[in-house]
T-cell receptor, first 114, second 113 residues
Framework: AQSVSQHNHHVILSEAASLELGCNYSYGGTVNLFWYVQYPGQHLQLLLKYFSGDPLVKGIKGFEAEFIKSKFSFNLRKPSVQWSDTAEYFCAVNARSGYSTLTFGKGTMLLVSP | DADVTQTPRNRITKTGKRIMLECSQTKGHDRMYWYRQDPGLGLRLIYYSFDVKDINKGEISDGYSVSRQAQAKFSLSLESAIPNQTALYFC????????????FGSGTRLTVV
């Protein structure tokens, strides 16, 4: 079974600072990778995903993530955060078997101060 | 209308009571899932269904049961609610390719007192 580890539980940044949230997964086979965002009081929304091809994927709201297969990592980045990026971020993985389900990390709460 | 609708949005119930959370979707997806979210623990899978005749236990199924009444409907029941089932519950759907990830409902906040 797959597992996901997110490095930071809480991150506090000032507006315009750069963001990088770490995510590592554990699984021996081919995977699909996702980042979801949950704004306060809302449900999860898909930020970006990686299935194959270019390991640098771009998502909504200026976010991007890089898949490094050798490191089993899928870190989320944003060059300049805004106050509106305050939210909880979840990395998730599913094995590309057709019968797999999505396994989530424990989440990283990002607080951006104006 | 939302693609994935959960009812109720909020519920307070007493220990020992039976409660049902409902989920319906208009995505036309075959696969449906129930997750619970607890602070610091992320989302954990309770049950999932790959089609109407398929029901599978997830990571934390004890104390829960589900019913897939139709392709569009997937209900979660707590047979005898206990306080540590207080959590935020999410229903989600996907197609079999998961190409677009999962689509989540707005969640049900359940409090067991």
């Amino acid at each position: 079974a797959q597992s996901v580890s997110q490095h930071n539980h809480h991150v506090i940044l000032s507006e315009a600072a750069s963001l990088e949230l770490g995510c590592n997964y554990s699984y021996g086979g081919t995977v699909n990778l996702f980042w979801y965002v949950q704004y306060p009081g809302q449900h999860l929304q898909l930020l970006l995903k990686y299935f194959s091809g270019d390991p640098l994927v771009k998502g909504i709201k200026g976010f991007e993530a890089e898949f490094i297969k050798s490191k089993f990592s899928f870190n989320l980045r944003k060059p300049s955060v805004q106050w509106s990026d305050t939210a909880e971020y979840f990395c998730a993985v599913n094995a590309r078997s057709g019968y797999s389900t999505l396994t989530f990390g424990k989440g990283t709460m990002l607080l951006v101060s104006p | 209308d939302a693609d994935v609708t959960q009812t109720p949005r909020n519920r307070i119930t007493k220990t020992g009571k039976r409660i049902m959370l409902e989920c319906s979707q208009t995505k036309g997806h075959d696969r449906m899932y129930w997750y619970r979210q607890d602070p610091g623990l992320g989302l954990r899978l309770i049950y999932y269904s790959f089609d109407v005749k398929d029901i599978n236990k997830g990571e934390i199924s004890d104390g829960y049961s589900v019913s897939r009444q139709a392709q569009a409907k997937f209900s979660l029941s707590l047979e005898s609610a206990i306080p540590n089932q207080t959590a935020l519950y999410f229903c989600a759907t996907s197609d079999w390719t998961v190409t677009y990830g999962y689509t989540f409902g707005s969640g049900t906040r359940l409090t067991v007192v």
